[in-house]
């Protein structure tokens, strides 16, 4: 099993929709955790920090569950420009950080 | 911006040569890492620096060497470049977010590596 697992998907939503990825993850020790977006041929950049009463930013909702070891992302009224992959990334001990192969999004006019 | 440069930003080599890629930060950061991106496996840790001279291996070492002589430059060096190392290699600093209240890690733009 995979250490942190995402659907790859792509995920084709309208402008405006709302849309959510889950990430799962193996190590229940992990105590840190946040969320990528990587553009087309970009670096991958941080979008959010995930807490363990969840958070938001914005359009973007966080949320942790410890207990089915799973975090997700909601990203509300979408816009062209959040179509993007994005990364689910947890702390699995130490310095390290472990990232999941990427969830597409595109969102179309 | 934490003043991450890699370079060389594109290289097409051939099977058998030897290659280093180079990350160069400005900002005095103690810890780097370099990963490699394929599709359908993410990011993989190659390697990290923890210090001048302070290297460990991550979960795709095998094929590849590093070396920090200095703070602020992490080089990568595949020593005899293969097919299989085709990939985009990133170089990330670490650094503690008072914001997220944890270490985030920040990427350079990447090297895009083919070797034919």
């Known amino acids: 099993r995979k250490e942190v697992e995402q659907d790859p998907g792509p995920f084709n939503v309208p402008e405006g929709a709302t849309v959510a990825f889950n990430c799962t993850y193996s190590n229940s020790a992990s105590q840190s955790f946040f969320w990528y977006r990587q553009d087309c041929r970009k670096e991958p950049k941080l979008l959010m920090s995930v807490y363990s009463s969840g958070n938001e930013d914005g359009r973007f909702t966080a949320q942790l569950n410890r207990a089915s070891q799973y975090i997700s992302l909601l990203i509300r009224d979408s816009k062209l420009s959040d179509s993007a992959t994005y990364l689910c990334?947890?702390?699995?001990?130490?310095?390290?950080?472990?990232f999941g192969a990427g969830t597409i999004l595109r969102v179309k006019s | 911006d934490a003043g991450i440069t890699q370079s060389p930003r594109h290289k097409v080599t051939e099977t058998g040569t030897p290659v280093t890629l180079r990350c160069h930060q400005t900002e005095n950061h103690r810890y780097m890492y370099w990963y490699r991106q394929d599709p359908g496996h993410g990011l993989r840790l190659i390697h990290y620096s923890y210090g001048v001279k302070d290297t460990d291996k991550g979960e795709v070492s095998d094929g590849y060497s590093v070396s920090r002589s200095k703070t602020e430059d992490f080089l990568l060096t595949l020593e005899s470049a293969t097919s299989s190392q085709t990939s985009v290699y990133f170089c990330?600093?670490?650094?503690?977010?008072?914001?997220?209240?944890?270490?985030?890690?920040?990427f350079g733009a990447g090297s895009r590596l083919t070797v034919l």
């Open positions: 990330a600093i670490s650094e503690w977010s008072l914001g997220s209240g944890a270490n985030v890690l920040t």
């Open positions: 990334v947890v702390e699995v001990y130490g310095n390290k950080l472990v």
